[in-house]
């Protein structure tokens, strides 16, 4: 199986601009579909952006669309997420997350497509 670890997040002011890492260990990381979630406090888990296993295909939430940036590299096994012009809204707990049994270019949207789990780095923005 997969383990995930983040990285990259912090505390930092409206307009900024954060990029979290998602680095994974074990075997066959490019076999996996993966994606950002976040949660604000008293709010559910909700989808941010997922990429494919090739990388060619992506996907964000309408909320961060045109700000947030997905990447991966399947030769360092890693997953980043670029965030620009950064809001109080955005403030949340970052997870990363790996969906297996896609193929090389579907995504997976859904948090019930996802089996793994990063433990979460925490992004705070003030105004």
């Known amino acids: 199986q997969v383990q995930l670890v983040e990285s990259g997040g912090g505390s930092v002011q409206a307009g900024d601009s954060l990029r979290l890492t998602c680095a994974a260990s074990?075997?066959?990381?490019?076999?996996?579909?993966m994606g950002w979630f976040r949660q604000a406090p008293g709010k559910e888990r909700e989808f941010v952006s997922a990429?494919?296993?090739?990388?060619?295909?992506?996907e964000y939430a309408s909320s961060v669309k045109g700000r947030f940036t997905i990447f991966r590299d399947n030769a360092k096994d890693t997953v980043d997420l670029q965030i620009d012009s950064l809001k109080p809204e955005d403030t949340a707990v970052y997870f990363c997350?790996?969906?297996?049994?896609?193929?090389?270019?579907?995504?997976?949207?859904?948090?019930?497509?996802?089996?793994?789990w990063g433990q979460g780095t925490q992004v705070t923005v003030s105004s």
């Open positions: 074990g075997p066959k990381f490019s076999s996996y579909a």
């Open positions: 997350a790996a969906s297996p049994g896609k193929w090389p270019f579907d995504l997976a949207i859904a948090k019930s497509d996802y089996r793994y």
């Open positions: 990429i494919s296993r090739n990388g060619s295909n992506r």
